[in-house]
């Protein structure tokens, strides 16, 4: 039976690292944050049913920064359960070592769904090993459809690190490493016709961002890294000292995201590049190969 209104939280993009590895690619004190999140849960007056953690839960995957994350989480003691995704900042061999009672196959993506007090929610894994951007693995669109027909008086609520491409209709516009790709976006949309889905939940671009897709509120999180300069696309990528949680509420009406943000300078940390960018997934493109 469905509880409504049913209070959630969303969470993105934590990039943790384990304790003392020194990383030129964070650009902010991501374990305090987390913490500083889990503390603000813990204060909310309404307790949230579950929490969502869509993807980039680490820097750079490795098995020590998951530990890391499973460490952060059981030491604030909520309680509560939590969903998590990956990104591409994952890697799944080292969330199988992380969170071996999770996922234990790392040629799999890690894909799941659970009932959480009336509401479907079911998580896809959009990352694709030593890639930026959003794609689905043969098979996957075939189990999303087959999980939407179970529990089919349920809502749905999917759970994606890589929200769908915004501008379908010009998508030599789109940068296919900020989204899903285009086929994977048409494939998404094929797979859900006719399903009753109340919301997407995403990061992956560090943004607070909602638009319409088709009918579906796609809520996107500035995560716990650094904000986008929203400001400055699409000419220049500045990272800002930035981030924040959502805290969602489903009605009968539809779904509520309320952001909440943590106090924040929105000072310049990094300036990313094309060529930076491009550098980095051939960097991880080496290092997957040694
Ligand atoms: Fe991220």
Redesign the pocket.
Known sequence: MTVQPLTFVHM??L?VNAPGVSDDMLFSDTTETLKRTLSEIKRMAERPAFIVAS??LTNHGEPEAYATVAGIFEEAALDIPVLFAL???DRREGFVVGFSDLHQDASQPYDHDSVMNGLHVIVLDSSVPDEIGGYWEAGQMDWLRARLADHADLPKLLVM?HAPMVAEEAPEMEMEWESLSLAATNELRDAIKGANIVGILS????LDRVHHWHGIPVVIGM?H?AATDAVALPDAFHMLDGTGFAICTLRPSGLTATFAAHPQSREIRKTLTMQMLLEYIEQRKAAAAE
Do not use: K, L, P, S
Request: no cysteine.
């Open positions: 993105t993009d990039h993807g980039d990104g591409n900042h690190h990061g992956h671009v560090h995560g890294h």
